[in-house]
C-alpha cells in the first residue's frame, strides 16, 4: 500500500517540510513539501535521501559490544549489563570528572537529545563535557549571552524584508543555512535582488552565494574582525550612525574602533580601504539591512569579536530588532528569553580546563582540549567517555592525535548508528532510530528561525530499537547507580514534574503522553503562543506564526536590562586584535592559510554512506589559485602534500581563480578509509581528513572555539 507523511527533515538547519511516499515500509520517493508553511516545497539532496539513510544496510540496527577485541552484535540488556560492569567502577574509584561526554551536531537536531541530554549529563555529573558547539558557534553565544543576555538570544537576518544583506565567511547556498533558519536560502536571497536589495559576500573564495550576489570581496582568513572594525570606524568618523534604543557602551564602542582605521586594516584583510568606507557608507544608507556572519567569522583566532562586532554593526546602524534588520524570533516553545525568566549577569570561563587552562563556556569545555585531558595523567584524567552523535575523529582539530588517545581509554561508549572514524574505537555502541522512525520538533532551530513557526513530525515507521530518549536514560539511570535496568518511565516521569513545575504546569495537563511528547505539549503550552501538541498534530504542513517581531527589550534579560554593547569580558580582547594591525605586512605571514569549505551533498562528515550523495568527480580536493599553481608548478587535478604544525596529508589539486592567492581551500569530513569502520560506500570515496591539518593549539582566546580558518600550511607538489 502507497501512503505519503509528511515531516520535517532533521538533517541541517533549514527544517524544510517534506513528503515520504512509502510502500509499505519501503520508502519510495522523497519530495519538497509543497504546503509546508515555511519551506514551500524546497528540498535538497540531502533531505532527498532520507531514503537511502533509512534502508542503509551498513546502519546500525542492533547494539554492538566488544569482545575478545571486536565489535560484535548484542541485545540491548546485555548491551547494558556490559556498560554497568565497566562505567560503575570507574566512577566509583576516580569519580565523576573521569567520564566525558562529547555531544555532536546530530543532537541539536534531535528531540530526544535536546529534551533529554541534560538529564543524562546531570546524571553522569561530569566537567568534563564538550561538544560541536565549540568547533563550530560558540563564540556567538558568548558574543550574544554578554550583548543580550542569554546564549541564544542572537539576532537572525530578516531576509524576507531586508534590503541590504551583508554576509561574512558564510555560504548559505550550500550550507542552507545557519543560525539563521531559512529554508531556500537560495530563493529568499534571490528575492533581496528582486526587491532591488543588495547582497555583498565577504569570503576568502568565490562561493555560490558569493556568485549570487551583487558584490564579493576576497578577504584574507581569519580578520574579519579588523573589517567589521573599520567598518564601525568609518559609520563614526562619518557620522552615519542610527544607533537603536536600548543601549549601553556605544561611547566605548566608538573609541574602541578608532585605531581600525580602513587604512590601517586594508594591507592585513587584502580589502581596499576606498572600498571598505564604501561598503559603510552603502550599509549605513539602506533602509533596512542586516549584517551575518557565520562560520568563517566564528571558527576563526578572533570569532568572538567578529561575532559581536556583527551585532555591533547591526545595533549602530538602526538595523537591530527592526523589521528587514537582524530580528529575534519568538520561538513557541523551549526558548529562554521569553516568559518569566529572569535577568541574569552572564558568565563564562567559570571554571577551566585541567591541563590547559581553557575557559568553560556555557558548562562545556573547549573540544580543541579534549585529547590532553585524556592522554595527561593526574587528578581528574578523562578514563571514560559517552559520545553522542558526534564524530570527532573527524571533525575536531589534530584529528590524528584525538583518535590516539581515544584509542587510550578505559571505556569508550557511542551512541551512534554508524560505525565510523571515532565509534570503531568504541566499546559499546548503541544505535538510535532513523528519522523516518521517530518523533521530531525542531526546538533549537526554531528559536533562530527567519519566520515565527512550528512544525511537528510524528515518527513515520515502526522500529524495533528503542527510542534515544529511552537509551538516554537508560544510560542515566546506570550512572546514576541504579544498575542496567533503571525505571526510565519513573525518571521521564520526574523530568516531566521538573518541565510542568517550571512552567506553572500541572503535568496531568498533558493526558496519557509520556517522553518527548510530553514535555513537548508542556513547552509549548508554557510558550507565547499558548499551543498544545494536538494544536500542532492537526496541521502537519505546519503552523506559520508570522513574521518577526521587534522584541526589544522584553527579549533582553542582561542585568541592565539594555542591549550591552561593550562588555567587559568582550572588550579584553581587542588589545589582541589591535596587535595583528602592526603585526601583519611585515614578512612573517606564513606562504599559505588553510580554510575549508561545505558542500551541498555532504552534512558535515557522515553522510558519505549514501550513494545518491557520493557519485560522481571527487570532492575531496584542495583549491589553489592559478598564482600559486604556476609559481609552484602544480597543474590542475595534480596531487599536493599539505602539510601543517600537526600533520600532513596528500590530496589532488583544483586549480581555480575562485579562491584568493595565499588560501587553500579543503572540506572537512572526509578521510573515511580507516580500519575498523563499517561504511562500505563511504570507504570507496574516502577523500582525506583535513582536520589532521588544523592545529589543537589555534583557537579564539575568549571561547576556546577551534580555528579551522586560517591554518598555517606549507604546501608542495608530490613527486
Ligand atoms: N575543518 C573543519 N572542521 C569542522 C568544521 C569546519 O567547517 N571545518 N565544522 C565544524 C562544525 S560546524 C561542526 S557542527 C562539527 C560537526 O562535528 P560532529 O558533530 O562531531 O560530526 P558529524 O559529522 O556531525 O557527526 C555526526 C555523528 O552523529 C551520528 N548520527 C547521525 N544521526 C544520528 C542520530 O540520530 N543519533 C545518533 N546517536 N547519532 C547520529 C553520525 O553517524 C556521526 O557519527 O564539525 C566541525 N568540524
Ligand atoms: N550541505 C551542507 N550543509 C550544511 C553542513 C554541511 O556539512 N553540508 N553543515 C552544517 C553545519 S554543522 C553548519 S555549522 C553550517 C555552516 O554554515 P555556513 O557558515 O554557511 O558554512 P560554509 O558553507 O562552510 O560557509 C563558510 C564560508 O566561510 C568562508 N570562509 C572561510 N574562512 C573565512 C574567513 O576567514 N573569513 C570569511 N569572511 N569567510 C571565510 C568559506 O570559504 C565558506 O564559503 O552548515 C550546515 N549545513
Ligand atoms: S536543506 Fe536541510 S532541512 Fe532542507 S532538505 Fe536539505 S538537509 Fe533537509
Ligand atoms: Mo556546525
Not at 544583506?165 to 539563521?180: D, E, I, K
Not at 569570503?203 to 552565494?209: V, Y
Not at 498533558?510 to 507565547?528: H, N, Q, T, V, Y
Request: hydrophobic residues 40%.
Amino acid at each position: 500500500m502507497t501512503t505519503t507523511a509528511h515531516i520535517t527533515c532533521p538533517l541541517c538547519e533549514a527544517t524544510c517540510g517534506l513528503d515520504v511516499t512509502l510502500d509499505g515500509s519501503q520508502v519510495t520517493r522523497v519530495q519538497g513539501d509543497a504546503e509546508d508553511v515555511f519551506s514551500k516545497g524546497f528540498l535538497c539532496p540531502k533531505g532527498g535521501s532520507l531514503g537511502a539513510l533509512h534502508h542503509d544496510p551498513d546502519r546500525l540496527r542492533a547494539p554492538l559490544v566488544r569482545r575478545d577485541g571486536n565489535l560484535e552484535q548484542a541485545t540491548w540488556d546485555e548491551a547494558f549489563e556490559e556498560i554497568d560492569r565497566r562505567l560503575s567502577p570507574i566512577l566509583a574509584e576516580h569519580g565523576r570528572d573521569a567520564v566525558a561526554v562529547y555531544l555532536g551536531n546530530p543532537s541539536a537536531h534531535n528531540l530526544a537529545a535536546q529534551l533529554y541530554g541534560r538529564a543524562l549529563l546531570k546524571s553522569i555529573g561530569t566537567r568534563n563535557v564538550f561538544s560541536a558547539s565549540s568547533v563550530d558557534q560558540m563564540p556567538k553565544h558568548i558574543s550574544a549571552g554578554h550583548m543580550f543576555g542569554g546564549a541564544l538570544t542572537i539576532p537572525v537576518p530578516d531576509l524576507d524584508r531586508t534590503m541590504h544583506l551583508l554576509v561574512l565567511g558564510a555560504n548559505p547556498l550550500a550550507s542552507n543555512g545557519s543560525l539563521m533558519t531559512a529554508p531556500d536560502a537560495r530563493g529568499r536571497l534571490r528575492a533581496i535582488r528582486e526587491r532591488g536589495g543588495k547582497i555583498v559576500v565577504v569570503d576568502p573564495r568565490r562561493s555560490r552565494t558569493a556568485e549570487h550576489a551583487d558584490e564579493h570581496h576576497f578577504i584574507r582568513p581569519g580578520t574579519d574582525a579588523l573589517l567589521l572594525f573599520a567598518l564601525v570606524h568609518v559609520l563614526f568618523e562619518e557620522g552615519l550612525t542610527s544607533p537603536v534604543e536600548h543601549l549601553n557602551g556605544i561611547e566605548d564602542v566608538e573609541r574602541l574602533a578608532e585605531p581600525f582605521t580602513p587604512e590601517a586594516v586594508a594591507p592585513v584583510t587584502c580589502i581596499e580601504a576606498p572600498e571598505i568606507r564604501r561598503m559603510a557608507r552603502e550599509l549605513a544608507a539602506a533602509p533596512k539591512a542586516a549584517v551575518y556572519g557565520r562560520i568563517g567569522t566564528t571558527t576563526a583566532a578572533f570569532g568572538t569579536l567578529a561575532s559581536w562586532l556583527v551585532d555591533v554593526l547591526n545595533a549602530i546602524t538602526g538595523n537591530l530588532d527592526r523589521e528587514g534588520g537582524a530580528m529575534f524570533t519568538l520561538a513557541a516553545a523551549g526558548q529562554s528569553n521569553s516568559g518569566p525568566s529572569k535577568p541574569r549577569q552572564f558568565a563564562h570561563g567559570r571554571w577551566r580546563s585541567r591541563v590547559r587552562g581553557l575557559p568553560e563556556a556555557l558548562g562545556e569545555l573547549p573540544t580543541a582540549t579534549l585529547a590532553d585531558e585524556i592522554e595527561t595523567p593526574g587528578d581528574g584524567q578523562i578514563r571514560a567517555l559517552v559520545t553522542l552523535a558526534g564524530n570527532p575523529c573527524v571533525s575536531t582539530p589534530n584529528a590524528d592525535r584525538l583518535s590516539r588517545a581515544i584509542e587510550q581509554l578505559d571505556l569508550y561508549i557511542a551512541l551512534d548508528v554508524y560505525v565510523n572514524e571515532t565509534s570503531r574505537h568504541a566499546d559499546v555502541i548503541l544505535p538510535g532510530p532513523t528519522p523516518l522512525e521517530r518523533p521530531h520538533y525542531d526546538l533549537a532551530l526554531y528559536q533562530l528561525a527567519v519566520r515565527n513557526v512550528a512544525n511537528w513530525t510524528p515518527a513515520v515507521l515502526d522500529t524495533e530499537l528503542p527510542q534515544e530518549w529511552e537509551t538516554m536514560l537508560r544510560l542515566a539511570g546506570v550512572a546514576a547507580g541504579q544498575g542496567p535496568n533503571g525505571d526510565v518511565a519513573a525518571f521521564d516521569d520526574l523530568l516531566a514534574g521538573e518541565v510542568a513545575r517550571g512552567a506553572g504546569l500541572d503535568p496531568a495537563v498533558a493526558g496519557e503522553r509520556r517522553g518527548p511528547e510530553r514535555l513537548l505539549d508542556l513547552l509549548l503550552r508554557a510558550g507565547p503562543y499558548e499551543l498544545t501538541l494536538a494544536d500542532l498534530e492537526a496541521a502537519p504542513h505546519g503552523i506559520d506564526l508570522g513574521a518577526l517581531k521587534p522584541r526589544l527589550p522584553e527579549a533582553l534579560r542582561t542585568p541592565s536590562g539594555r542591549v550591552e554593547l561593550a562588555p567587559e569580558a568582550i572588550v579584553a580582547d581587542v588589545p589582541r586584535l589591535r596587535a595583528e594591525l602592526t603585526r601583519n605586512g611585515n614578512g612573517s605571514a606564513p606562504e599559505f592559510v588553510l580554510i575549508g569549505r561545505r558542500q551541498l551533498r555532504s552534512n558535515n562528515s557522515w553522510m558519505h554512506n549514501l550513494t545518491p550523495l557520493v557519485k560522481g568527480k571527487d570532492r575531496c580536493t584542495a583549491w589553489i589559485n592559478p598564482a600559486d599553481a604556476e609559481r609552484l608548478s602544480i597543474d590542475d587535478g595534480a596531487s599536493v602534500s599539505v602539510r601543517s604544525r600537526t600533520g600532513s596529508v596528500e590530496i589532488p589539486v583544483e586549480v581555480t581563480p575562485d579562491i584568493m592567492p595565499g588560501v587553500v581551500s579543503i572540506p572537512h569530513g572526509w578521510g573515511h578509509d580507516v580500519k575498523g569502520a563499517r561504511q562500505s560506500v563511504a570507504a570507496a570515496h574516502p577523500g582525506v581528513n583535513s582536520n589532521i591539518l588544523a592545529d589543537e593549539t589555534l583557537l579564539d582566546e575568549v571561547s576556546g572555539n577551534a580555528v579551522f580558518n586560517g591554518i598555517p600550511v606549507e604546501v608542495a607538489p608530490l613527486a
